[in-house]
Every structure is written in structure tokens, then in C-alpha cells.
């Protein structure tokens, strides 16, 4: 509820938030990643991590917010609760929630915000604990500290690449779709393409020493 507030009267203020961006993710693993994502999987979200009491509001926040995530990485054909045939089994590690007195808690802070810079550290990514029917096991961890920002003039901070309005839903995902990778089977080696019998004018001639 605090953080939809926010982003109302943010919108109202013309942007007054600035968090850090995942990084992107490009070369050789944005290749890796969509060739992973032609042969996709099916992914069955087991719970939390420590097992939290039932109906824990969370884990059930958790939850939901991976199901999304993981469909975002282009990885799975399906991502759910029930899916008895599931490729992967995966369990989320939720981040615990805000101290009481850092400005995303206190809506009090919200209107200083629009002359005064509020900065307040926050652990941002995500950790998965995910594992395939093989009994592969692949731990995802995107974690990593940075500063948000809420002021009125947040918006020449998200000038910088790696800063913006809102979280890049795509970069985040990104980056845990690399950490999955070991969970794809790796595609054909050039050397698997060297051993192929020559074909043509090549094939007739042989290597004299």
C-alpha cells in the first residue's frame, strides 16, 4: 500500500523517485539467453524460503512478484503454483520488509520529499533456489545494494543509465535468466561443427605430410 502511495504522488510530483537499474544484460549471454528461451521449460513455484506460517502476507507478495518475474525472462512456457509435471521446482527467499522510520514506510516523508532529497539504502535483485527434475541445482542470486532516492528533482539523477523512475522489469529479468543458464543444456561446440565430414571439392583431398 505504502509503495502504490508513492508512486501516485510521485507521478503527481512529475517523478521524484530514483533507483538504481540492473545491470543490462548483452554479447555473449544476451545471445545465451535467447537461444534458452526457444526450448522453454515449465516452472512450479514450491514456496519460501524458511518456510514462512501459513497465508504469511510476504511470502504470498514474494510470490506472486516471481511468478511475474519469471515469465519475464522468456524462459518458461508456464509459471505457477500447480503444475504437477514441472520442468523446475523453484523457492523464493523473500527480502525483509522496511524499517518503520525510512520514508518508504512513512507517508509523512512523502511531501518533505518535494524540497528536501531523501536517500535511504535498499538491497535490491532477487534469490531463487531452483532445481530441475535431473536433480540439477542451480542457486540464483541477484542481490545487491543501492541508493533510492525521493525528491523533486530525482529526475536529472535518472539522466544516468543505470538510474530511473521504477525498477527495468527487463534488465531484472535478464539477470536472473543468465544465473538459470546451467539449467539449459549447452548448445552445439564449433568443435562438433569442425569434426563434420567435409562435403564437396574439399572432401576429396587428404593432408600429406
Known amino acids: 500500500m505504502t509503495r502504490t502511495l508513492l508512486a501516485v504522488v510521485c507521478l503527481a510530483a512529475l517523478g ?7 545491470p543490462r544484460v548483452t554479447g555473449d549471454e544476451a545471445g545465451l539467453l535467447a537461444a534458452a528461451a526457444r526450448v522453454p521449460k515449465r516452472a512450479v513455484i514450491v514456496g519460501c524460503v524458511p518456510v514462512p506460517p501459513a497465508g504469511s502476507e510476504p511470502c504470498v507478495v514474494a510470490t506472486r512478484r516471481a511468478t511475474e518475474l519469471l515469465r519475464d525472462t522468456g524462459l518458461f512456457s508456464q509459471v505457477g503454483a500447480s503444475l ?3 520442468d523446475v521446482l523453484v523457492q523464493v527467499h523473500p527480502q525483509p520488509g522496511h524499517d518503520e522510520d525510512t520514508p518508504p514506510s512513512n507517508p509523512g516523508f512523502l511531501v518533505l520529499s518535494a524540497f528536501v532529497p531523501l536517500w535511504w539504502s535498499e538491497t535490491l535483485g532477487w534469490r531463487l533456489s531452483v532445481r530441475d527434475r535431473s536433480g540439477r541445482e542451480v542457486e540464483v542470486d541477484t542481490r545487491r545494494d543501492g541508493t533510492e532516492v525521493v525528491w523533486g528533482l530525482a529526475a ?3 539522466v544516468a543509465p ?6 527495468d522489469v527487463e534488465r531484472e529479468a535478464a539477470q536472473v535468466g543468465v544465473q538459470l543458464l546451467p539449467l539449459w543444456p549447452p548448445a552445439p561446440s564449433s568443435a562438433a561443427e569442425d569434426r563434420r565430414p567435409a562435403s564437396g571439392p574439399e572432401a576429396g583431398r587428404e593432408k600429406r605430410p
Do not use: I, K, Q, T
Open 16 to 22: 521524484c523517485a530514483s533507483v538504481p537499474l540492473a
Open 84 to 86: 504437477p509435471d514441472a
Open 156 to 158: 536529472l539523477l535518472n
Open 162 to 167: 543505470d538510474r530511473g523512475f521504477l525498477p
